[in-house]
């Protein structure tokens, strides 16, 4: 008789809490940010009035924050390190009328699964608090502690346990702009509640607590940002609209400056998105988006934020009836400003004691989205320090140490047989006007006759000596070049808008390289700012750049100029930083236009402006702009002499 096979051992377990709890904190803790992020909301949750944040090494080594909320007894503190323990929710009916901003009873397990995790609290009263230490999910100690009433998380080491997650967070700069977004949400979302807020040694930062929205915008932007801004109010039943929105004119490239809250939650809204952009309707430019901070009061059970572990999305339940809502008091808060010219304008108002940036400020990459992660430039008086420093803040001043040589001798009119006068041609190379252009201002005498131009490339002259060729290409980077760096000086660059950001995706080498070099590509006038994992918005060319055929290739352009640069750095010297100087050299080359036949007026300024230049020989990389035949070597050529 056939015996029946053995049975085959099961293949299905059940995972153990501690690896169920690193699974969850892939969802949910993604970086240092999503650790804050947790950490604020149950400080918030807990009623706080004062909130304390310490972070060290863009959160990589510490994040901590310590609230006087409620805290909680031994029990409540032991039970709320197990996964699915909560205080806000008792069963699915409470989902529906939550307002808390925490409900699933995983972020704390999570964070303490993947960290050095320890948390002190003690209630209001109490005589004596909890002190519970755990290290990547390990219960190391629970000891009684006098404490002050409140709880003190502290999460060090991130993700030490898991090297792969390590490896994937970004440089401490990036991180801590992340850690920084958060503060910035939570710190508006909250103006009631007060910060205080230190990352690593720098000074402290303060959001006074028991501020109004006005304030606490003013607190953690400087005054200026809010003068530009007006108010909005709506009410339709339960429906409620506060907060601010750019007056007409006021927009930014990108979506970066839209705060929007639902019950005191900062979202991610498409429906909201849709509302204000149809509000504003044609006091937008295209490709433009408005600043706001607004707040969307709404009954709890007409609105779903469990969609997303990380909460970010909110779905409505009638999301036609929230965007027409939206949209009629947009177009009510921008009615009396129909008439308001179009342009951009951060000049502070009536009564601001900070002086408006001027127009080539507003031009410069400071204002570029790059820098827009963090506030604009702060007055010297102001109560809360920025938040992030300014890309350009970062550059110490520097005097230009460039002479460049200045002749008054305008450049007599050159006879020019056999090419066709066009003496109202435009004579610059390039588009954009440069008044203060150091060649421009000051043609200086050259002792060249231009006779032609060879295969769309070599201009020929004719100088005392002999016959010169000059290399088209190559004189137009070293002008470029030298005006740049001069600009750079100067800290005058500037960048030009794109008419819609683009995003460019990396592969990981080239992003972490990009990531690392990102501030000296920012001083040269190229809008650029990390966009989520490997992906980079652009919202601003160097104008040099934006109107050539590179410019229109955005994506490519930026591989291309990265390329060129990991190349310069080569894989010995990653711990060094280019200097902009390097990368003004490499930008130039992505300026020059290829292909582009002079006409007689341009090649002759080109030529002027060439001669102008500290280093006319010379293109940046070191190739020759100019070869010159003497009439000595000719002479030998013809066998007029041996
Ligand atoms: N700072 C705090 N003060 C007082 N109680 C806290 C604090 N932080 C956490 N708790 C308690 O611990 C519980 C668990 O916190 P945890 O963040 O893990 O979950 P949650 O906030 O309930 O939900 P979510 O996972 O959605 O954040 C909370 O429900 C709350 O009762
Ligand atoms: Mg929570």
Redesign the pocket.
Known sequence: MASSPAPSPSRIRLLSEHVANQIAAGE?IERPASVLK??L???L??R?RRVGVRTRGGGRSLVE?I?D????NRD?ALL?LERH?????RDTDDLRHLL???????????IASVSKFLLQ?QEPGAIEGTEISIHGGKLLSVREAGLAH??R?EVRSLFYNLPARRKFLRTEKTELSHLQHILLLAGLARPDVGFDIVHDDDAPVRWPAGQDLQRRIASIFGPAWGADLVPVSGEDGDLKLTGFIGRPGVSRATRQEQFLFVNKRPVESRTLHYALQEGYHNALMRGRYPVTVLFLDLAPEDLDVNIHPA?REVRFHDEGRIRFFLKKAVQKALEGFADAPLSVSLGAGPGSDVPAPSVREIASPRYGIASRLAPPPASPGREAAPIARTPDEALPPRQSDLPIPREETPLAPLPRPGLDPLPSAPLRPEPEPEPDSAAAASPAPLGFRLLGILAKLYLVAESPEGLVLIDQHAAHERILFEKLLDRLRRREVESQRLLLPVTVELPPRESAFLESEIASLQAIGLGIAPFGARTFVVDALPPMIANTKHGANVPELIRNLLADLQEEGGETRKERRLSEETVAKKACRFAVKANDRLSPPEAERLLLDLMACHLPYTCPHGRPTMIQITKPELEKKFGRIV
Do not use: Q, W
Request: aromatic share 6%; net charge negative.
């Open positions: 949910v947790e950490l909301e149950n400080a949750d807990a706080s924050v609230d909320g409620h805290g909680m409540d709320c323990a909560t205080s806000k929710l808390s901003y925490g409900f699933r009873g995983e972020a704390l397990p999570s609290t409140g709880t998380v909460k």
